[in-house]
């Protein structure tokens, strides 16, 4: 298979070539077709597997095939949202490459940043407009964006602008667009809750699924170490030292953590940074392109690194705490081990989350040895077991914690 046989426009198919690619991804040879038709797409295909370009050129495609009626004020005709800000960064910039030859406008979007740039930036309007959802309402609001004319909607990461923390936002955005269009959800997951909402999203559309499989899968090798929680810190310091690992993405429970572990980490002698969502959007962004450039060996991040992001050869995964899904762990690991790349992923698993990483590995249906590092072997006794009960997956919290030890001193 290669580019030329998908139905592309020439412009199309240099641009393609000036990137270095040779052939589509198995996702970008089912799904290009499919949105060149006007189909509606619900596509799921691993972390790494080339999902941008698999939307992103056929839409632009689509846009040269039907140019506008008017120079006037460009109607918005695709809208992409996405659930990070620098996620919107990436992708704005990967449209904007290819929209550039032809002449058409991408606006890309997203809060943390003044308003106001954007919104000198929408005057006139934009053929292709990259959201968060969020600070698109705040331009609606603003009256700076229409999106009465919207004929191609995205939804990048999916499953993600599908769950509860961005419903209210995704059908307030949803209610402003025409019925009639094409949407288009990718992601390298859909947990069952979200299925019936991205069902009702589309209109008979066609259901492609890249089969995490041999061969398609990223080739990613996985590791688990059992460590007491006192001893991670030094764990991973000395895995960092032991491994010569550079540039390495480590994965907290909390932005606190991101702070003290890195701090920890950087006293040590480690270049190593926290990213995380209570940082400025300026530095959050110096964070990523210093990363990507090799200035930091260690950045300590939260779930908010785990989607989309795109970091070439990211050689290293850490989970130092452990992700509360199994959705999450896939999204994390799958930072590395991109685009054919191979990568490692590490999870730390103390006593007292060994339940919960067993249901990862179940539901990951991953079978991996709990390692033991000398010199770091666990003596922690994993907790007895206590009244978090029937949520699945839950560790149990510090409210959950105080309330058995309560019920432990009644009489
Ligand atoms: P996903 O969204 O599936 O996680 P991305 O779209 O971010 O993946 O692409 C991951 C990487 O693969 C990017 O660095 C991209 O440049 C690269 N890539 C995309 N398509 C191809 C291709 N056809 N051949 C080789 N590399 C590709
Ligand atoms: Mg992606």
């Not at 700076?144 to 923390?165: F, K, P, S």
């Amino acid at each position: 298979m290669n580019f030329e046989q998908l139905g592309l426009a020439p412009a199309l198919l240099r641009a393609v070539g000036d990137m270095g690619l040779f052939a589509p991804t198995p996702i970008q040879a089912e799904a290009i077709p499919a949105v060149l038709r006007s189909a509606d797409v619900w596509a799921t295909a691993p972390t790494g597997s080339g999902k941008t370009l698999a939307f992103a050129l056929p839409l632009v495609q689509q846009h040269v095939l039907q140019p506008r009626q008017t120079n006037f004020r460009r109607p918005i005709r695709t809208l992409v949202l996405v659930p990070t800000r620098e996620l919107a960064v990436q992708v704005g910039d990967i449209l904007s490459n290819l929209a550039y030859k032809p002449g058409l406008k991408v606006s890309v979007v997203y809060g943390g940043v003044s308003i106001n740039p954007q919104m000198m930036g929408l005057r006139g309007g934009a053929d292709i407009v990259v959201a968060t959802p969020g600070r698109l309402l705040d331009l609606v609001d603003h009256n700076a964006v229409h999106l009465g004319n919207v004929q191609h909607l995205v939804l990048d990461e999916a499953d993600r602008l599908l769950d509860l923390g961005f419903a209210d936002e995704l059908q307030r955005v949803l209610a402003l667009l025409p019925p009639k269009r094409q949407t288009l959800l990718f992601s390298a997951t859909f947990a069952p809750e979200v299925e019936a909402l991205a069902a009702n999203l589309l209109r008979d559309p066609v259901r492609i699924t890249v089969e995490a499989f041999e061969g398609h899968k990223p080739d990613i090798t996985q590791r688990a170490i059992a460590v007491d929680e006192k001893s991670r810190t030094a764990l991973l310091r000395h895995l960092i030292a032991d491994n010569s690992w550079k540039q390495v993405l480590v994965f907290v429970a909390t932005r606190y953590a991101c702070e003290h572990v890195a701090n920890k980490l950087y006293k040590a002698g480690i270049y190593a940074t926290p990213f995380h969502g209570e940082m400025s959007q300026g530095a959050r962004q110096d964070v990523l392109h210093d990363f990507k450039a090799g200035r930091w060996d260690v950045v300590v991040t939260t779930d908010l690194a785990s989607r989309g992001i795109d970091i070439a050869m990211l050689p290293v995964v850490v989970n130092y705490d452990l992700p509360r899904s199994a959705t999450d762990y896939t999204h994390r690991i799958g930072r590395t081990g991109r685009a054919g790349a191979h990568g490692d992923a590490v999870s730390f698993v103390t006593a007292e989350a060994l339940a919960h990483w067993k249901l990862i590995c179940k539901r990951e249906s991953l079978e991996l040895a709990l390692e033991q590092i000398a010199g770091f072997d666990p003596t922690d006794e994993p907790p007895a077991p206590q009244g978090n009960g029937g949520i699945k997956g839950k560790r149990p919290s510090k409210k959950d914690k105080l309330r058995a030890a309560a019920a432990q001193e009644r009489p």
